[in-house]
């Protein structure tokens, strides 16, 4: 019998350790108005963390485009802190569950699991000696614990509230205190350990949403939805002043970071400022004006060495300058919201990565260094499904909201002119040679040339689902539902019926033509994936297993010779068109969501995106 085993299994699996994670372009904070937002500072000064969905990110607060994403948590995490000696990083979900895990680890392993309150975890905090932590935040029967991190065991007692606790800190230095804010109105002082109610501090008319001690143990801060920040005496939890008399800011107050030597800290508003403040004159040494949009309040805010950290609501992270209070050093842009397309160009010699999210965004980012910006002007307003570069320089966009963009990638601005409006939700977009467009729409097949529609193919008989146009601009094949590829030749401004069709395993999900047009690769839901060689009158060149659930995304390398596919399991697979056998294997590309984008920068480097809004790079080697 033992002839009979096939010898090709193990080059495959040998395949599979052929490829290397070069970059990670890591998603913003998720961010929700009226909600603050925490940032989690390292104590080494590194690096500082935040969360999206089930991710936590951690970045090099010098280099944010260094970055890395830890993905273990099942529910949504709302916090996430590191312990005082650096090793660990607590990060607290939606379910009330406490994940203490290492930082020092590539694979950051899981140390211990709690789960003390039974709601969403709010706020994190440690004593300096990394022995024992408070969390708080949403609850059944109580709003918050301290427990020691190596057993869980109990060492207090978060009592005295009666709605959900937003924030908490302990004093680092003996004897310990305890403080936190709530929804209630009221703040809540504790000593210990073991931790034990003392009395409630009524200063505030509003939410509670920060509480913060100084470094140095001396005071303690605590803001919130009424514009107050309160300072009391960090042994005693005596009022000592009010920052700024009655108001320190016009709006609420979601975040308070201190100085490292104590004698000032920041506040991030609602009233789309951050304001840095002397504690013990109690007045405004400078205020940072983010903007006059919504999307400019500020929910966070972090002081780390000499950096100065706050989030806008928008997600964008900005780097505070404070001999320029107008204008920050530097603004992390990106993605906050899932991610769904991508495409790259080469401009200048580097190469870009464009990238369309669920809420209508683009970003470009240069492949390289990750630095990354947004175009100018107002852009489309819901989810951006696909997007390529035409040969005149020019990113070929559609969105959900009914229309088509052009959109000049050396002006990088919207131009309002440049938009053709849809009858129907576009589903796809190609671009072609001479200023030809194809977008498939629900119902609808529509030409376009030189920014216009000329031509629309209704009444098809099948429901279209994604459209290609050869790079010469001669044919047009379109995929339906039905598992039929329709092919049309493009003459002058119309499509024409070219009277053939192709036949595959079921409804296209996706396709396209290699860059020198001598293939046609299609996937479709039924995990198939099928390349067509043209010149042979669109003969099955290869037809490609491995998918364990819908493949939705197709790629061709720069080579021509390789494409590759994502799916619905969460695997990348990279298919050499000459042989079905052989195939490269990523799986995990993005641990939590399938991908739902890919992009060759070069023959042998891959861009892979995501539901967790984050841009990967990896090397593949054959």
């Not at 009330?96 to 899981?110: A, S």
């Not at 009524?202 to 920060?210: G, L």
């Not at 990106?334 to 990238?355: A, E, F, L, N, P």
């Not at 697979?573 to 992009?599: E, Q």
Request: glycine fraction near 10%; charge should be neutral.
């Amino acid at each position: 019998m033992m002839q009979h085993i096939s010898r090709k299994q193990p080059s495959c699996l040998r395949a599979a350790n052929k490829q290397k994670q070069e970059h990670v372009f890591a998603s913003l904070p998720q961010m929700e108005r009226g909600v603050s937002k925490v940032i989690g500072g390292d104590p080494k000064g590194n690096n500082f963390l935040y969360t999206n969905g089930k991710c936590v990110i951690i970045r090099d607060i010098n280099n944010p485009a260094k970055a890395d994403i830890y993905t273990e948590h099942a529910h949504t995490v709302g916090v996430a802190k590191y312990s005082p000696s650096g090793f660990y990083i607590a990060s607290g979900d939606a379910s009330g569950k406490i994940r203490i895990w290492d930082t020092t680890q590539k694979e950051h392993l899981l140390k211990y699991e709690y789960t003390p309150i039974s709601g969403k975890v709010k706020d994190i905090a440690w004593t300096e000696d990394s022995k024992r932590m408070a969390v708080v935040g949403e609850g059944r029967e109580k709003f918050g614990a301290v427990f020691l991190w190596d057993t869980g065991s109990s060492v207090g007692d978060v009592s005295g509230h009666s709605k959900l606790i937003n924030s908490v800190d302990i004093r680092q230095k003996r004897p310990y205190r305890l403080a936190t804010g709530s929804d209630d109105t009221t703040g809540s002082f504790f000593e210990g350990p073991p931790f034990k109610f003392k009395f409630t501090l009524r200063d505030h008319t509003q939410f509670i949403n920060c509480v913060r001690f100084s470094p140095d143990g001396s005071h303690f801060a605590m803001a919130g939805a009424d514009g107050q920040i309160i300072v009391y005496d960090g042994g005693n939890g005596q009022r000592v002043s009010s920052l700024g008399g009655e108001k320190a800011h016009r709006g609420g107050i979601y975040a308070l970071s201190w100085s490292s030597d104590s004698s000032q800290l920041i506040s991030a508003s609602g009233d789309k400022t951050v304001k840095l403040w002397d504690v013990g004159a109690g007045t405004a040494v400078t205020t940072f004006n983010m903007g006059s949009e919504v999307m400019d309040q500020q929910l966070g805010c972090l002081w780390q060495n000499e950096h100065l950290l706050s989030i806008s609501l928008s997600g964008y992270i900005n780097y505070l300058d404070k001999n320029n209070p107008d204008r920050p050093i530097r603004i992390l842009k990106g993605h906050s919201k899932s991610i769904q397309c991508v495409t790259v160009h080469k401009s200048d010699g580097r190469q870009y990565i464009y990238s369309g999210s669920h809420d209508g965004h683009i970003n470009y980012w240069d492949a390289e260094t990750g630095e990354n910006d947004c175009f100018s002007g107002k852009g489309h307003s819901n989810q951006v499904s696909q997007m390529v570069v035409n040969d005149t320089e020019e990113l070929v966009t559609c969105s959900m909201d009914d229309t088509a963009r052009y959109i000049d990638l050396n002006k990088k601005d919207y131009s309002v002119s440049d938009v053709v409006k849809m009858d129907s939700q576009p589903k796809s977009i190609s671009a072609a040679a001479g200023g030809l467009s194809l977008a498939v729409c629900f119902g609808q097949v529509v030409l376009m040339k030189d920014k216009r529609k000329v031509f629309a193919l209704d009444n098809l008989g099948y429901e279209p689902e994604v459209g290609v146009l050869n790079p010469s601009g001669t044919t047009a094949a379109v995929g339906g539902a039905d598992g039929v590829i329709s092919l049309y030749s493009v003459q002058g401004t119309t499509l024409k019926d070219a009277g053939q069709t192709l036949q595959v395993e079921g409804m296209v999900t996706d396709m396209a033509y290699s860059n020198d047009g001598a293939y046609l690769a299609v996937i479709v839901d039924k995990k198939v994936a099928t390349a067509f060689s043209v010149a042979d009158n669109y003969s099955v060149k290869n037809v490609f297993y491995g998918h364990h659930a819908k493949p939705v995304t197709l790629a061709w390398s720069p080579d021509n010779e390789h494409f590759a596919t994502g799916g619905m399991d969460m695997m990348v697979y990279i298919w050499t068109v000459s042989d079905a056998d052989k195939r490269i294997k990523l799986s995990d590309c993005h641990r939590l969501h399938h991908v739902s984008g890919l992009a060759w920068t070069d023959a042998n480097t891959l861009v892979t995106t995501s539901h967790d809004a984050s841009i990967k790079q990896w090397t593949i080697t054959y």
